[in-house]
């Protein structure tokens, strides 16, 4: 390091250092007062005392907080620039207005001109003032707060407009520093209060009914998820909650015994389990098959009282279907920590849950049934149907009562289509109702999105109009994507093997990004001509910006090391250009990103995000050489290792971002 940046480095850090010390000062005086107000309760009016004592708490927090985030600065968290801005912020509005109780609004602008993010405080600030009686004009508590700012590394300067929005622009050696440790830490998550213990309930077929497009929308967006969620560190549990228990399996199993006598000691090459299932519906409903039907009720009977060979049966049934289903996980790369966790997991438990409601005064009689009524929710639950039988209702009952109590997630998380959200949103309540958990201290929480439709916009199924089959579709994407390939005369270049790894990156990245890049509560339509478009946010156009990035430095002839070498031995990188400053931006956004992602579990906030960055990289692109080569000899005469550090920084963000999406990108395409 030079003389210059070495003296600027112990300048800053003498300045931090003061800073430091001046918010703790406040807090300690704060924490002060809030004492003596507490101490002195006695005197005075109580209730506005106990107001007074409650600001400063607030107050207190919120220094805290800023504090915490400050002193962090050595060591390995990682804030968002816009929390650390919200820190400067907060200790502005407090140290103008210490009785304040709002909370500070910072957030990104989309216009540059307006700089880099926009604080509203002050119109928030204006409000709150008149309702007190003061009359204060929002861009003069604007200024206000400005000069109240602590001193700090992130601000270069700030801009009030009119209105009284504060425009914030960042320092470039902020910025520099935070994309060094980006890269030096290969894109870390950012930190979280909180680790929790999550559980994400998703894909969650039907056994012997085949997992259908809605089956694979929750599969998609549940482990992607499940990925973000793991990534900022929680500690997930994926379970599938398949429905592998209930009276359709009498049927099966009658049908079993019929169909393959001797399959407790042959395994029945049951091929086609959808086929099976038609077959035993058709005998079940069909009234020249009275004996069948009263012996499909027998084998659910059996079933109930765990008899060895229904068990078995049952299990044959079950692994069927598992298996099928896997086939589509192991395809589209589906994490294989999901595991199945269905209805029958929770029978056992059924009868002590509506033991439990029962005693608890919960439930009512009413035609034979058992009825829970839940505040707030339109039709009651049924717990016990008239003939004994539990429900749905019931089984959902018992799993939630389960993962909470035994379990006992802080987060649990339902990715079901958004028809359920009734369901479910029951269920949760009558949780709380029972006093299963505190909502203060547990959270549940239905993750619903919309229906599948087909390019005619109904509701997608085949020409002929029965249901897809997952199976058919993903071969129908390979195919699809194997033509486009070929249409770009791919498979001359490309080896065998590197064609098909294209070819496979491209079919399922499409189907998964087509689903996770639009808002998930709507309906989406499914389109193989829209999803294997190359232009705008689509997988094949962010897998070829991935793979022409990654290509760039393979291409310079410059080295990892020495580009590891480079980055260890710069403190600060030259970004001067006005296009090198703005993908750096863009690129340290990416914390920004996924907290905020984490907070809505809106994946297609990601999506943006990527296409954003591609885009962002390719104005940096066009105009910025990596590699300057002599036009007439072709040999290099200049070789920006920035600008290759910034190459690798954007594709080692998209590869996090693809990670996360599920999506696996391709070196060569
Ligand atoms: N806990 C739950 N209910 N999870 C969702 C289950 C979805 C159900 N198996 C279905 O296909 O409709």
Redesign the pocket.
């Known amino acids: 390091m030079d003389l210059v940046s070495a003296t600027a480095l112990a300048k800053r850090t003498d300045e931090q250092e003061r800073e430091f010390n001046d918010l703790k000062a406040v807090v300690e005086k704060t924490e002060r007062t809030a004492d003596a107000l507490a101490a002195d309760k006695s005197a005075g009016d109580l209730e506005s005392l106990a107001a007074a004592n409650a600001r400063l708490n607030f107050r207190k927090i919120h220094l805290q907080e800023a504090l915490r985030i400050r002193e962090s600065k050595s060591a390995d968290a990682i804030y968002t620039t816009q929390k650390r801005l919200e820190a400067l912020f907060h200790v502005a509005v407090v140290t103008v207005y210490p009785m304040i109780e709002e909370f500070v609004n910072i957030v990104n602008t989309c216009d540059p001109r307006h700089g880099d993010y926009q604080c509203n405080t002050a119109m928030q600030l204006c409000q709150w003032l008149k309702k007190q009686g003061k009359s204060e004009k929002a861009v003069d508590i604007a200024a206000l707060l400005v000069a109240a700012l602590p001193p700090n590394d992130l601000i270069e300067s700030t801009k009030i407009n009119p209105i009284g929005f504060v425009n914030v622009f960042l320092r470039n050696d902020y910025v520099t520093e935070r994309l060094t440790t980006l890269l030096r830490k290969n894109v870390p998550p950012p930190t979280i209060p909180k680790k929790f213990k999550v559980i994400v ?1 998703y894909s ?3 056994i012997a009914k085949e997992m259908h497009v809605g ?1 694979l929308r929750s599969t998609i967006i549940g482990d992607s998820i499940a990925n973000l969620l793991e990534f900022v560190g929680h500690d997930v549990l994926r379970l599938s ?3 592998d228990w209930g009276t359709q399996f009498g049927m099966l199993i009658a049908h079993l015994q019929d169909k393959f006598p001797n399959y407790l000691s042959v395994s029945p090459p049951i091929g086609d389990l959808q086929s099976f299932y038609r077959e035993a519906k058709v005998r079940f409903d069909d009234p020249n098959e009275p004996e069948f039907k009263k012996r499909a009720y027998n084998c659910v009977v059996e079933l109930q009282s765990r008899n060895p060979d229904s068990i078995k049966a049952w299990t044959m049934i079950v692994d069927v279907s598992d298996r099928e289903n896997k086939q589509v996980y192991k395809r589209l790369k589906i994490s294989d920590k999901l595991q199945n966790r269905g209805e029958s997991f929770y029978d056992e438990m059924m009868k002590d849950v509506v033991k439990q409601l029962d005693e608890g005064g919960h439930l009512k009689l009413e035609d034979g049934r058992k009825l829970m009524f839940v505040p707030d929710c339109p039709i009651p639950m049924t717990v016990v149907k008239s003939d004994g039988g539990f429900t749905y209702d019931t089984s ?1 009952m018992a ?1 939630i009562r389960h993962r909470l109590q035994v379990e006992k997630c802080d987060w649990n998380i ?1 990715v ?1 289509d958004s028809g ?1 959200k009734g369901h ?1 949103d029951m269920v949760i309540k009558a949780a709380e109702v029972v006093g299963w958990y505190n909502p203060s201290e547990q959270k549940n929480q239905f993750v619903g999105f919309g229906l599948v439709l087909g390019e005619d916009s109904k509701k997608f199924k085949t020409r002929s109009g029965t249901t897809i089959r997952l199976s058919e579709l993903l071969d129908e994407g390979l195919t699809r994507s194997a033509a486009k390939l070929q249409e770009k005369n791919r498979d001359k270049d490309l080896s065998k093997e590197e064609f098909e790894a294209a070819r496979d990156a491209v079919a399922y990245g499409c189907i998964k990004y087509a689903d996770l890049s639009k808002n998930r509560i709507s309906d989406y339509i499914f389109s193989f001509d829209k999803m294997l478009e190359d232009r705008g946010n689509t997988a094949v156009y962010l897998l070829y910006a991935y793979t022409r990035i990654r290509a760039i430095t393979r291409n310079s002839g410059v080295s990892a090391e020495s580009l590891q070498e480079y980055l260890q031995a710069t403190p600060r990188l030259p970004l001067d250009h006005p296009k090198e400053f703005k993908l750096a931006k863009k690129l340290i956004q990416f914390h920004e990103v996924i907290l905020s992602v984490l907070e809505s579990l809106l994946m297609n906030g990601l999506c943006d995000y990527v296409y954003e960055l591609s885009c962002v990289f390719t104005e940096f692109y066009d105009v910025c050489y990596c590699i300057e080569k002599d036009r007439k000899t072709g040999e290099i005469v200049r070789i920006h290792k920035h600008r290759l550090l910034l190459c690798e920084a954007t594709s080692a963000v998209m590869d996090r971002c693809f990670k996360i999406l599920g999506i696996t990108p391709v070196s060569k395409m």
């Open positions: 309930d969650s077929p039907n089956h909650h398949i429905g959902d799993t339902y079901i359920q479910i």
